[in-house]
């Protein structure tokens, strides 16, 4: 349950006179002040109605400044030494006739009159300014809410956005498989659980359980969940804040719900669309070399004695090729499968970077045709820590795509070099090429770049798993399309050395 207790600043606070202590000792200066001008300048004045209004000056600037208490008490105090101090006779308190009693009574009347006014105009200007940093308040909560990318980020967002501007406990609830439940499964209390429900089945926006106040949260079509608070003391609080304040957290729980669900359908989607992938790729990789084993065995078994040697031989290398073929696609999806589960389920080795480029195009040459496969050696031995497996299928796929893309008698360079920090790679072929806008594309799972019918197709596995191995062992992947007279593409692998 998310409990928030929450300190006011001081500019919040409804003034309480008689507890300030800074307010009287202002107020006393003040007339203090008034009092010894009023001395000093009796003589130059002459006059006491003349001294008085120095009084009331004095009166009218401590309610200004301190309050109307201090005003109504300093305006007492001021009478009574203005009798005593500036009427005459001086140092004397009289009341005997009219024309004594006169001048104190209007002094006291006007200096109580001007010290209400201005403690008045005082307070108000204080309840405007604090209603006006309440908004305020509203307005920072009601943007960063706005932006809350989850429902439990709004918790986190009411605790810095609200934070020392309210002074009562705060907890939120939501509604979790129709019943209330606190944000924070970890807390519990069972009184504050209770009003939540009670005011989310209620009709009522707002319940009240002295000493808390429960608001219920709505969203544009129904409720979302409530908000439980303590009753703030002292009216220290905008009636018609809290209410703001609930409609503000309504909405933000209701959109963060929608984001939720919008989330949940769009990885929704995104797997469908990868078990279509998968499943269309699966089939079509799958198919194509059985047909062609199936169609080559079952000639052999058929007409095999009547075929020469040169046919028979000729069906049999087709069937072991789609064998291969077969056998690379089923170890693609185990390592992609290995590859998913994280570089903790990986183990490197010190590998020699030579040795793995020349083994591999040992293997991949018979599947080039009339394509050449040249390795260009790096000037020094680059060793590498990798996993010998994945590093071998990684460059074969990226050797297999560069046959499986360019022409007969076109040439496959292989080159291999090295800095103080890495190893590269860099395999070119004299191909189609492959558009800018794919350039990132091609290293997602299942993707192949858009060719007319005739072209060739992959299984759109091959440089997805050779970009996992590479940024699973700290190196990096990429791809330079064309790299000559419009032709051609560079896949770019980058090692770290040992």
């Given at each position: 349950m998310a409990i928030m207790a929450i300190g006011v600043p001081e500019a919040w606070r409804l003034p309480d006179f008689f507890n300030r202590q800074q307010n009287w000792v202002s107020a006393a200066a003040i007339l203090i002040t008034s009092v010894l001008a009023a001395v000093v300048l009796k003589p130059v004045l002459d006059g006491e109605v003349s001294s008085g209004l120095i009084f009331v000056f004095g009166i009218t600037l401590v309610g200004a400044t301190s309050g109307l208490a201090a005003s109504l008490v300093c305006a007492l105090i001021a009478s009574a030494i203005f009798n005593f101090v500036v009427a005459e006779p001086v140092l004397t308190f009289r009341l005997t006739t009219g024309e004594d009693l006169a001048p104190p009574i209007i002094f006291t009347l006007c200096a109580i009159v001007s010290g209400v006014l201005a403690g008045r105009l005082k307070d108000r200007s204080f309840e405007l300014g604090q209603a006006n940093i309440q908004l305020e308040s509203l307005l920072e909560t009601s943007r960063r809410l706005q932006a809350a990318p989850d429902i439990f980020s709004i918790e986190q967002i009411l605790k810095t956005s609200v934070v020392g501007k309210l002074d009562f406990d705060l907890s939120l609830f939501r509604i979790h498989e129709g019943n209330a439940a606190p944000f924070d499964p970890a807390e519990h209390h069972l009184e504050l659980l209770t009003l939540a429900a009670e005011v989310m089945k209620s009709e009522k926006a707002i319940m009240r359980a002295p000493p808390h106040i429960a608001y219920r949260l709505d969203g544009s079509r129904t409720c979302v969940g409530a908000l439980v608070v303590r009753e703030p003391d002292h009216g220290r609080i905008e009636p018609t804040f809290l209410p703001a304040l609930a409609s503000l957290i309504g909405l933000a729980l209701e959109r963060a719900q929608f984001a939720e669900v919008i989330a949940e359908a769009e990885a929704t989607a995104r797997t469908e669309e990868l078990k279509s992938a998968l499943l269309s790729s699966v089939s079509h990789d799958l198919r194509t070399p059985l047909t062609t084993i199936s169609a080559s065995a079952s000639s052999l078994i058929e007409y095999g004695a009547r075929f020469d040697t040169e046919t028979a031989n000729s069906l049999l290398r087709g069937i072991v090729d789609e064998c291969e073929r077969l056998n690379r696609f089923t170890a693609n999806l185990l390592e992609l499968s290995r590859l998913q589960s994280g570089v903790a389920g990986l183990s490197g080795q010190i590998l020699s970077v030579a040795d793995i480029v020349r083994s591999v195009a040992q293997r991949?040459?018979?599947?080039?045709?009339?394509?050449?496969?040249?390795?260009?050696?790096?000037?020094?031995?680059?060793?590498?820590?990798?996993?010998?497996?994945?590093?071998?299928?990684?460059?074969?796929?990226v050797i297999q795509n560069a046959i499986l893309y360019s022409d007969d008698g076109s040439i496959i360079l292989v080159q291999a070099d090295g800095d103080a920090r890495f190893c590269t790679l860099n395999v070119t072929d004299q191909g189609c090429g492959i558009p800018k806008e794919d350039h990132y594309r091609v290293f997602d799972r299942f993707y192949r770049v858009k060719r007319n019918e005739a072209s060739?197709?992959?299984?759109?596995?091959?440089?997805?798993?050779?970009?996992g191995f590479v940024e699973a062992f700290g190196g990096v992947i990429e791809i330079m399309s064309p790299v000559m007279g419009g032709h051609g593409t560079s896949v770019i692998i980058r090692l770290p050395r040992k």
């Open positions: 991949a040459r018979p599947r080039a045709g009339k394509r050449e496969i040249k390795f260009v050696a790096p000037r020094e031995e680059i060793l590498v820590e990798a996993d010998t497996a994945l590093f071998e299928l990684a460059l074969t796929n060739p197709q992959g299984s759109g596995l091959g440089l997805a798993i050779a970009k």
